[in-house]
């Protein structure tokens, strides 16, 4: 079995600000790592993907997610938060042969 | 350009017709997926077909069905027995035939609503 949890429906920051999603997931297997964004109307983009290398995952748009399995989180951040970031954000987890979970997303609204 | 491509992007229907949604993809990816998505839900599995003409149920498949005659087609149709099927559909694909390994390319997505 395997879930993800989402904490914050809704998160806010001031243009310029760190921002910081938080994700938990649980699986009885190894896990697979996504995070996804979405903007209005349309389909979900891959931001990164934590596949058992490095624990920390760079990705596009100068987001970045660290793996800790100790905590089972799997949080995105983004060192200076820009206008264009506004989106509703996903994680999701897969244990390889299972099908991915995802979790209910965060909309994060970026104040100028 | 590569992608996938859903059609139509909006969809109106009345109560007690089937609808059926176009999801078509030149990315020669042997996995694709339809997804449903409502608000404050996320995205929840309804159909996934790894190979041409074979496909398994997902999470959510009452009220639906597929087809996967061509690796690169996967229609959903609607049925009217979906008791609520007013939602945002997602047709998704992979690289990889074991599901859930890969990345998931997403279509724009097609807004059913019924009236």
């Known amino acids: 079995a395997q879930s993800v949890t989402q904490l914050g429906s809704h998160v806010s920051v001031s243009e310029g600000a760190l921002v910081l999603l938080r994700c938990n997931y649980s699986?009885?297997?190894?896990?697979?790592l996504f995070w996804y964004v979405q903007y209005p109307n349309q389909g979900l983009q891959l931001l990164l993907k934590?596949?058992?290398?490095?624990?920390l995952v760079k990705g596009i748009n100068g987001f970045e997610a660290e793996f800790k399995k100790s905590e089972t989180s799997f949080h995105l951040t983004k060192p200076s938060a820009h206008m264009s970031d506004a989106a509703e954000y996903f994680c999701a987890v897969s244990g390889g042969y299972q099908k991915v979970t995802f979790g209910t997303g965060t909309k994060l609204q970026v104040i100028p | 350009d590569g992608g996938i491509t859903q059609s139509p992007k909006y969809l109106f229907r009345k109560e007690g017709q089937n609808v059926t949604l176009s999801c078509e993809q030149n990315?020669?990816?042997?996995?694709m997926y339809w997804y449903r998505q409502d608000p404050g839900q996320g995205l929840r599995l309804i159909y996934y077909s790894q190979i041409v003409n074979d496909f398994q149920k997902g999470d959510i498949a009452e009220g639906y069905s597929v087809s996967r005659e061509k690796k690169e087609s996967f229609p959903l149709t609607v049925t009217s027995a979906q008791k609520n099927p007013t939602a945002f559909y997602l047709c998704a694909s992979s690289t990889q035939g074991r599901v859930g390994t890969g990345e998931l390319f997403f279509g724009e997505g097609s807004r059913l609503t019924v009236l």
């Open positions: 934590y596949t058992s290398a490095a624990t």
């Open positions: 699986s009885s297997v190894p896990p697979y």
């Open positions: 990315l020669n990816h042997d996995a």
